[in-house]
C-alpha cells in the first residue's frame, strides 16, 4: 500500500528511485470535519544527500503525503463508507453563505458608475447583452491558458454572438459553461466574463477603457467565481459540469481505518496555477467577493469578514487578504511583478486596472500623484522570480563596501512591437520589483520631498505638448496636512498608554510611534534647509531668509503651507501646480521634446557629472563626482547597462540627478562637519548627526538620451559642496 504512495510522490516530484523513503507513524488525538482520528502517518521522500541533522533535513523534505487513521471500528466506518468530498457543490450551502453575509455586512446594490457598452452574458438567454447600469451580475475569473483560440468576442462577431442561445455549450470554455451553470444555480441572471465582455480585436483606445476599468467592474460585481483548480479555461469548475471532485482516497489496513489528508483554502491557494498568474492579480484585489473552486470543495471569501467559509471545514481563518496592499503601491508592485505573464509585455495592461482605480493616472506604470516615491524602485534580488532562467550574479567592490557584495543581473523584459519599457520605469526589469524604503518605520509619502521637477510629453488637439507633474495633483482642494501635523502627537500619547497598560510591550512599535511625529517636522525642515541652500530652482521668499531657529523654521512652513506638497510646488516655481509657459519653455524647450521617442520622460533637477570606472576585469565599480562619492543601492545597480556603455559606446558620459530629500533612517557615515545648526547652535539630530538625504538617480547619456543604471545617496552637506547645477536630461 504505502509503495503505490512512494511511486505516486515519486513521478511528482522527479527524484530517483535511490531517494530515501521515510515513514512515520505516531498516536495523534484530532479531527478532520466530521471525522474522528487517534493515529497520524507521515510518508516523505528526501534527496539522496546522506545523513543531515534534524534541521537540515527538513529543507531536502521535497514531498510527503499526510494519512490519518483510526482504530475504533465505528470511526473506522465513518472514514472508509462515506464519500468525501461529495461529487458536486453543495449549492444550497452557498447559497446561505451568501445570503448570511449579504444580512450582516454586505448590503449588495447594483452600481450604476460602469463605462458605457457594459456587457455581461445573460445566463436566461445564453448570450451576450448590453446592459445598462445599474446591473446586478457576477464575474468570472479564471487562467486563460494557452487556448487562444478558443471562443472570444470580436467586431465581427459580436453581433451574432447578442442573438439568443448564441452561447451554446459545445462553443464555450468549460469553465465558462460552469460559471454560467453556477451563476444559474445560485440565482444570478448575469456573469461578466473578460473574453467575451470585452471585444478582443477593438482599438486599443477603447479596449483601454475596460482594462482602466477592471477595477470598478471586479468592485461592482456582486460575487467572483474563482477557477482556483485547472491551469487553462478548459478545466472548468470542478464540481459543477464535466470535472466531478475526487474523493480521497480511504483505506483499511491490518484493522486500520486510514484516510488522506485534507487540504484547505490556503494550501490550495499556494499551490494553484491561478494565484500565481499576473492577471488575476486585480480580480483578487478588487473583487469584494468570492468564491474559490477547488478539486474538493468550494471557500467563500468577504472582503468585510475575518474568515473564511469552507465546504468542509466550516468556518477558518483568513490569512491572506490582498485588498490590506490596497494602501501601499510598491507592495502591489512586488506581488505583480512575482507573478507570471503567459506573455511578459503584458505586464502594464495587467496592472493598469489596479493603477487606474487606486492611484489615478499613471505613466507606465509610475502613479502620477506619488511618482517622486514610485520612481525609486529597486529590484528584490531574494525573492522567487517569474523569469524561467536563474538571473547572473556579479561579485563586485563596491565604494563603501568593505567587502565583495552580490549584485544580480537586471533582466530586460521585452516590449511589443512599436511600443517601449523605459529605463526610468520598473517595467524595464523582469524580475521582482520593490520600493527603495530603507525604514519601515517611515510614513514616506509625508517625508520624501522632490527635488525634481518631472514632465511627460503628450499630444493635445493633434499637436504635442508637455506637462510638468504637480506635487501636490493628489491632494484633494479642502486637504490641509496641518490637521494631521497636529494629530501625531496626540494620538501618540494615547497608544503609548495603551502600550503601558500592557503587560508585555512590542517596542518596535514604541519606537515607531517615537519617530513618527518627529519625522513629520523633519520632512519639512529638510525642504526648508535645501531650499536655502539653492537645491531648488524658485526664489527663496523673504520669510524663509532668516538666522532662525528650529522652531521658527517649523512653525513658518506650518502656517503658510497646506503641505508639503504644496511648499515644493512653490519651491519648483509652480504655485498652484502651475508653471508659467515662460519656464516651460526654459526648462523643457519645445524642440527637445516635440519629435521625442515613446517611452520619454523630461526631468530638470541639480546634477554632477560622474567618474564611473570599472577596474580589475570588470570586479570592481568606482564612482566618484568631484569629490563626493555617492552611495549605490544595491538592489538598483544595472550591470549589464553600465558594462555595455563602458566597453561599447566610447562617448557616453555618466551624471547623477537629484531626485528627492528625506529625513535619515539608519544610514551611516555623515561626519562631524556635515552637522545641521539653527541660530542657537542647537543642532539637528535625528539617530545620525545628518538627518537629510539626497536620493539620486545615476544616468548614462549618449547622443543627448540618457538611461537610468542606479540608484544612490548621499548627505545633502556634501552634494552642497559641489555645486550642482540645473540641467534637463532627456530619458528613455
Request: overall charge negative; aromatic content about 10%.
Amino acid at each position: 500500500m504505502f509503495s503505490k504512495i512512494a511511486d505516486r510522490l515519486l513521478k511528482g516530484t522527479g527524484l530517483s528511485r535511490n531517494a530515501s523513503c521515510i515513514l512515520t507513524v505516531r498516536q495523534r488525538v484530532g479531527s478532520l470535519a466530521d471525522i474522528k482520528y487517534d493515529l497520524e502517518i507521515i510518508l516523505s521522500l528526501r534527496r539522496p544527500e546522506g545523513y543531515l541533522s534534524v534541521e537540515k533535513k527538513r529543507r531536502y523534505c521535497t514531498r510527503y503525503e499526510r494519512l490519518f487513521g483510526t482504530l475504533d471500528p465505528v470511526r473506522g466506518h465513518n472514514i472508509v463508507s462515506i464519500r468525501r468530498p461529495q461529487a458536486t457543490v453543495d449549492w444550497a450551502m452557498v447559497s446561505e453563505w451568501l445570503k448570511d453575509c449579504q444580512n450582516r455586512c454586505c448590503h449588495v446594490k447594483p452600481e450604476n458608475t460602469l463605462t458605457s457598452e457594459f456587457r455581461v452574458i445573460d445566463v436566461r438567454k445564453r448570450c451576450i447583452a448590453l446592459v445598462p447600469t445599474p446591473c446586478e451580475y457576477a464575474a468570472l475569473s479564471y487562467v486563460w491558458g494557452a487556448a487562444s483560440a478558443q471562443l472570444q468576442a470580436t467586431t465581427e462577431n459580436i453581433h451574432r454572438l447578442s442573438a439568443d442561445g448564441s452561447l451554446s455549450s459545445d462553443l464555450l470554455p468549460q469553465v465558462i459553461e460552469d460559471a454560467i451553470f453556477a451563476c444559474s444555480a445560485l440565482g444570478i441572471d448575469y456573469i461578466w466574463v473578460d473574453r467575451l465582455c470585452i471585444l478582443q480585436d477593438e482599438e486599443p483606445r477603447k479596449k483601454d477603457r475596460f482594462l482602466n476599468a477592471m477595477g470598478e467592474i471586479y468592485s461592482h460585481s456582486s460575487l467572483t467565481l474563482v477557477a482556483l483548480d485547472g491551469s487553462d479555461a478548459d478545466h472548468g469548475l470542478t464540481g459543477v459540469g464535466k470535472v466531478q471532485r475526487p474523493a480521497y482516497w480511504t483505506r483499511q489496513w491490518q484493522g486500520i481505518h486510514l484516510i488522506s489528508e485534507f487540504h484547505g483554502y490556503h494550501e490550495f491557494f499556494r499551490q494553484s496555477k491561478w494565484a500565481s498568474r499576473g492577471w488575476t492579480l486585480q480580480e483578487a484585489f478588487f473583487s469584494p467577493r468570492l468564491l474559490f473552486f477547488s478539486d474538493t470543495r468550494v471557500f467563500y471569501e468577504c472582503r468585510h469578514r475575518e474568515e473564511i467559509q469552507d465546504e468542509i471545514e466550516g468556518t477558518v481563518p483568513k490569512l491572506r487578504d490582498l485588498w490590506r496592499l490596497k494602501d501601499s503601491y510598491s507592495k502591489v508592485v512586488r506581488e505583480l511583478t512575482q507573478r507570471d505573464l503567459t506573455f511578459e509585455s503584458d505586464i502594464l495592461h495587467a496592472f493598469k486596472g489596479i493603477l487606474h482605480t487606486r492611484w489615478g493616472s499613471g505613466y507606465y506604470g509610475l502613479p502620477l500623484n506619488i511618482f517622486s516615491d514610485a520612481i525609486l524602485w529597486t529590484v528584490d534580488s531574494d525573492s522567487k522570480s517569474p523569469v524561467s532562467s536563474t538571473p547572473a550574479t556579479y561579485e563586485l567592490w563596491l565604494p563603501g563596501y568593505d567587502w565583495t557584495v552580490t549584485i544580480n543581473e537586471h533582466v530586460a523584459r521585452h516590449a511589443p512591437l512599436g511600443d517601449v519599457f523605459p529605463s526610468w520605469s520598473w517595467s524595464s526589469i523582469n524580475g521582482v520589483i520593490t520600493g527603495n524604503y530603507t525604514c519601515h518605520f517611515a510614513e514616506w509619502t509625508k517625508a520624501r520631498t522632490s527635488l525634481a521637477v518631472w514632465a511627460i510629453p503628450s499630444t493635445f488637439n493633434g499637436r504635442p505638448s508637455i506637462q510638468p507633474l504637480s506635487n501636490a495633483a493628489g491632494e484633494p482642494e479642502v486637504f490641509d496636512e496641518r490637521e494631521e501635523f497636529k494629530s501625531p502627537n496626540e494620538r501618540d500619547e494615547q497608544e503609548m498608554i495603551d502600550l503601558e497598560t500592557r503587560s508585555r510591550v512590542d517596542h518596535s512599535v514604541q519606537l515607531h510611534l517615537g519617530y513618527r511625529s518627529k519625522e513629520y517636522v523633519l520632512a519639512r525642515l529638510a525642504a526648508v534647509l535645501a531650499w536655502k541652500s539653492g537645491c531648488f530652482s524658485g526664489c527663496l521668499p523673504t520669510i524663509l531668509d532668516i538666522d532662525g531657529t528650529w522652531e521658527d523654521y517649523e512653525k513658518l512652513v506650518s502656517s503658510n503651507w497646506r503641505s508639503l506638497a504644496q511648499l515644493c510646488d512653490e519651491a519648483h516655481c509652480m504655485p498652484n501646480g502651475t508653471m508659467s509657459e515662460q519656464d516651460v519653455e526654459a526648462r523643457f524647450p519645445f524642440e527637445m521634446w516635440s519629435k521625442c521617442p515613446v517611452g520619454s520622460i523630461f526631468v530638470y533637477t541639480q546634477s554632477l557629472h560622474l567618474d564611473l570606472i570599472l577596474m580589475e576585469n570588470d570586479t570592481r565599480l568606482h564612482v566618484k563626482a568631484g569629490e563626493l562619492v555617492p552611495n549605490l543601492v544595491l538592489g538598483s545597480v544595472n550591470m549589464e547597462r553600465i558594462k555595455r556603455a563602458r566597453h561599447q559606446s566610447p562617448q557616453a558620459v555618466f551624471d547623477v540627478l537629484a531626485l528627492s530629500i528625506r529625513p535619515s533612517f539608519l544610514e551611516d557615515g555623515a561626519n562631524d562637519e556635515d552637522n545641521w545648526y539653527d541660530s542657537t547652535g542647537t543642532e539637528l539630530c535625528y539617530l545620525h548627526p545628518d538627518p537629510i538625504v539626497v536620493e539620486l538617480m545615476v544616468v548614462e547619456t549618449e547622443n543627448g538620451i540618457s538611461r537610468r543604471v542606479a540608484l544612490a545617496w548621499t548627505f545633502l552637506k556634501p552634494w552642497i559642496r559641489e555645486r550642482p547645477r540645473f540641467h534637463t536630461f532627456h530619458l528613455v
